[in-house]
């Protein structure tokens, strides 16, 4: 399996800007584009190439990544009038890695079959740290052929590519059930962290205790660290919750499944972003208790003065 000529990457975050970084450190010749002039200078000072338009993205490439951030956003890229349908080439393979509604991607799926397009459902997970390194997991569903053009690419990005089947959707509803438990295991860190403090024990012990007993998760350990610092800079922030969650909530209503859990947490998110945190760190959420409770969270640490 080879790789395809070259690659396009469409929302250089931190996701996309990792995925972009990585093919460019295995060899794969690389474009990108994104409205942020700041992100786009990361990925040509790395070597790759900057499009002045999706247009002019498609032009040059076989196979496009698209991480933006929602649905919408992926309509616009893959449709718009200056959209990837309009000048990919016959042949070529579109990797949409948003997450979404799973009914979406057949639907798109279909569209861009009816130009010679293949498309995969690849949703990514692992952070921007991951991402950057090359490590983030993607769960893929496509058609075997557009497997077949670009398996080799996806495995060079990522750290762990899963084969979920031979239609679109069902790797947007694997990162649908990801988002779920993400979620929850955020707030649930928050309120618990907010519980410890509240009852007089140190953050800080608090967090060294229960990352090495059998209440911990990968969001608990990831996630207080921020709030132990007192740093909310977003790297996956709030709003990005109420958008996940609410995917979830509402494919379960369309299958009549309860998700009390879920429900719960999409409720403190809302509060969060209500109490004017939803741009903040998806930590933010003990901020919300922190409100109902006056506990005091921890703070940055002093800056050295300047001279």
């Keep these: ?24 450190k295995r060899g794969v010749p690389t474009w990108g584009f994104d409205l942020n002039p700041t992100a786009c200078a990361s990925v040509a000072e790395a070597g790759g190439r900057i499009a002045a338009s999706v247009a002019e993205l498609a032009r040059h490439c076989d196979a ?14 893959l449709f718009g009038d200056d959209g990837l349908a309009a000048h990919l080439k016959p042949g070529s393979v579109v990797i949409t890695s948003a997450t979404v509604d799973p009914t979406l991607p057949p639907l798109w799926e279909a569209r ?25 997991t993607v769960m893929a569903s496509g058609k075997p052929e557009a497997f077949a053009a670009v398996g080799a690419l996806l495995d060079a990005v ?17 990162k649908m059930v ?11 860190a928050c309120e618990a962290m907010a519980l410890g403090i509240k009852a007089g024990a140190d953050p800080h012990k608090l967090y060294e205790v229960i990352t ?3 209440g911990s998760s990968w969001m608990f350990a990831n996630r207080v660290p921020h709030i ?19 995917i979830v909530l509402d494919a379960a209503r369309k299958l009549a499944f309860p998700l009390p859990l879920a429900a719960a947490a999409h409720q403190l998110y809302l509060g969060t972003a209500g109490a004017g945190h939803g741009a903040e760190d998806d930590s933010a959420v003990i901020k919300l208790y922190a409100a109902l409770s006056g506990i005091t969270l921890p703070q940055p640490a002093a800056k050295d003065a300047q001279p």
Excluded: C, W
Excluded at 4 to 24: D, E, F, N, Q
């Design 212 to 214: 090495h007993s059998a």
């Design 112 to 136: 861009l079959a009816e130009r010679g397009l293949h498309l995969i459902d690849a949703p990514v997970s692992g952070g921007a740290a991951k991402a950057a390194n090359g490590e983030m």
């Design 158 to 174: 990522a750290g762990k590519v899963y084969r979920l089947g031979d239609k679109a959707g069902v790797g947007s509803t694997v």
């Design 64 to 77: 496009v990544q698209v991480l933006v951030v929602n649905a919408a956003q992926t309509e616009g890229v």
């Design 1 to 24: 399996m080879t790789l395809p000529t070259t690659l396009g990457v469409i929302g250089l975050g931190s996701m996309g800007r990792g995925a972009a970084l990585s093919a460019l």
């Design 228 to 246: 132990l610092a007192g740093d909310y800079t977003p790297l996956s922030a709030v709003n990005i919750f109420i958008k996940d969650l609410g």
């Design 178 to 188: 990801n988002q779920h438990l993400a979620g929850v295991h955020i707030a649930a």
